[in-house]
């Protein structure tokens, strides 16, 4: 079982301020004398310590038993070829995310709970967590903390853009580092490499179509059936995504990453597209979540019928995901 050393415990929220360093920060750590982790595994430059949402990690050998408690890091763990390693999972894994190989491995790990809140929080109990006997979690949830975990020596990873402070600056670069990250993590490094240059090449290409210029956008998170409706400003990855599209993003101004919005603030800055986020359901019932607002219709993105809902995760955190998110939004925008 490896060993967690927590420096600092904050509980995450929907609505979080971004002001922290982008990606797991790694450091390692030489073990001295006959009893290291690494001589009884022969894995290199383990133990391996991490810094984590404000939080060191020391990570003794590559994660051997994996619980996902968020789908997050589905897209890294693919990548890298450890998704076996994968023994639990619990929350939403929509199959429109993943090509028919990755939707295979997700069905041959077995599936704790997908039961969530009305905001689309996990609902999960620590006992189910532990009784799986990980030695990673992927995914920090309300009820099932660093600290928990910690109590019980079972280490925890969380997406640096999810963490309560987020991210300064998020863009693609955090996907290249977090996908570093992931690598050393699971002693995949060569791996990780070559598909850090091969993601480089395709975010460069779709760069180049350019197919908002000219225009607005603004990434919405509405609450179907009615409630409050979020918008995403500068510290989430909605906004460098619309940049790489060609967008103006009408909450540039906006030094969040998620916030509460009025339809007055969105008839005032009424941006040209609306790209609304959402975890599951029908897209055409998010869309209605925003063209039915009482005074929606004078939204120019409604008017001309520029309206797109995306999952989640094509967007946030950032992952390849948000790479292939992009490549959506092109294709809806670029014709």
Known sequence: MTRLTTTAVIRPTFIRRAIAPAALLLATTTACGTGSAAEHTGAEGFPLTTKNCGAEVTIDAPPER??????????YLHTLGVMDRVVARAGDYPADYY?????AELDDIPLLTDEMDTSGHLQISKEVVIGEEPDLVLGEVDNLSRATLDAVDIDLLEEPTMCPDGVDDPGFDDV??????????????????KAIADLRK???TLEKEQVGEGRTAAVLYPTVGGGVTYAYGTRSMAHPQLEAAGFDDVFADVDERVFEVSTEDLLERDPDVLILLHNAGDPKDVEKAITQLPGAEDLTAVRNGDVMAQLFNFTEPPSALSVDGLERINDRFGQ
């Open 176 to 193: 290249y580092s977090q996908l570093e990250a992931y690598g050393k993590v699971f002693d995949k490094q060569d791996v990780a490499d």
């Open 99 to 103: 090509d028919t190989k990755t939707r």
């Open 66 to 75: 994996v619980v996902m408690l968020k789908s997050s890091a589905v897209p």
């Open 202 to 204: 395709r975010v460069t």
